[in-house]
């Protein structure tokens, strides 16, 4: 929905040309039991919007056993004669229509949540790799201005410092946690067709909806007494590199974790330095900041991330 919301938008000059309909199952019998269910979901996942398309209700499910649903949500492509077309998401409709300018694509998903899991591999998980994942999400191509990246210290084909281990952030975090420390960002090519990996300056954007939401979320968790959902005694980690004990305690307690960019590119951060110490179940910051004091390193709330970064970082 969030993407529906955002395409409707992107189209606003094309709504002559295909209209949406959100058709909800029988699990409200009302518009007014609707409403109500629709308080947390559009405060969490639609940054406070309203659906743009109208919503019809179906709450015997005849529309459901028409169309043979049965999983939700389900996308359906009907032509301008009343033909189904078939099964279709956004993309199917989106080709039909006059295209949109890869700025506005990226504008588009940004905001939209995505699992993430970018560990400093530096074999493995160079720029260009980046840029790939970035390609399938954003839905455009994307290219790195190789000039730009050696410029800034790094290189299309080398290692992009920086780890991200989340449950679902924005893309935009993303863009902010691995390319704006290296003064990075996605940008328009010459003629808007594609998106590029350049040079990029001036202040921090304002924080988003989602990004300001998040934020308060994971700090109440990181600070809040008791444990996460089904634990029940602290987490061990004994002698292990910062790398691997960051990807444990993602993994034991569903916190997104992450090592700062701009500190592993000059060296202030060692992601193979040794940690032992206990975290969790609760209070996972004072663990934390325990964990992390004899490496010179803390923890901070930053773009949906819990990131370890070197104690008075500014």
């Not at 395409?7 to 309909?21: L, M, P, T």
């Not at 074999?123 to 201005?145: G, M, P, S, Y």
Request: one cysteine or more.
């Amino acid at each position: 929905m969030p993407e529906l919301i955002a395409f409707y938008e992107d189209h606003a000059a094309d709504r002559d040309k295909f209209e949406v309909f959100a058709i909800h199952d029988d699990g409200v019998k009302s518009f007014s039991e609707l409403d109500k269910k629709l308080v947390s979901i559009k405060k969490t996942h639609w940054q406070g919007k309203d659906l743009p398309c109208p919503v019809l209700l179906d709450g015997k499910n005849k529309t459901h056993k028409l169309y043979g649903i049965r999983s939700w949500p389900t996308g359906l492509l009907i032509d301008p004669e009343g033909k189904l077309v078939g099964e279709a998401g956004i993309g199917s409709l989106e080709v039909k229509l006059p295209a949109v300018s890869a700025a506005k694509k990226w504008a588009r998903n940004r905001d939209i949540k995505k699992n993430v899991f970018w560990s400093f591999e530096p074999e493995e998980n160079t720029l260009q790799h980046f840029a790939q994942i970035l390609k399938r999400w954003a839905q455009c191509e994307i290219t790195v201005d190789a000039e730009a990246v050696k410029a800034c210290g790094l290189a299309a084909d080398g290692p992009l410092p920086g780890v991200v281990i989340g449950t679902p952030i924005t893309l935009r975090s993303l863009d902010e946690l691995l390319l704006a420390p290296h003064g990075l960002g996605l940008g328009p090519s010459v003629d808007g067709k594609t998106l590029v990996i350049m040079k990029q300056g001036g202040e921090k954007e304002p924080v988003s909806y989602l990004q300001k939401l998040h934020a308060a979320e994971l700090n109440e968790r990181v600070d809040k007494k008791t444990g996460a959902e089904g634990a029940t005694k602290p987490l061990d980690i004994t002698d292990k590199p910062l790398i691997e004990a960051i990807k444990i305690i993602n993994r034991e307690s569903n916190l997104p974790m992450g090592l700062d960019a701009k500190a592993m590119q000059s060296g202030k951060l060692d992601p193979d330095a040794k940690v032992s110490g206990s975290v969790g179940p609760g209070q996972y910051r004072k663990g934390l900041v325990k964990l992390l004091a004899p490496l010179g390193l803390t923890v901070e709330v930053r773009d949906e991330v819990v990131i370890v970064v070197p104690v008075g970082k500014p």
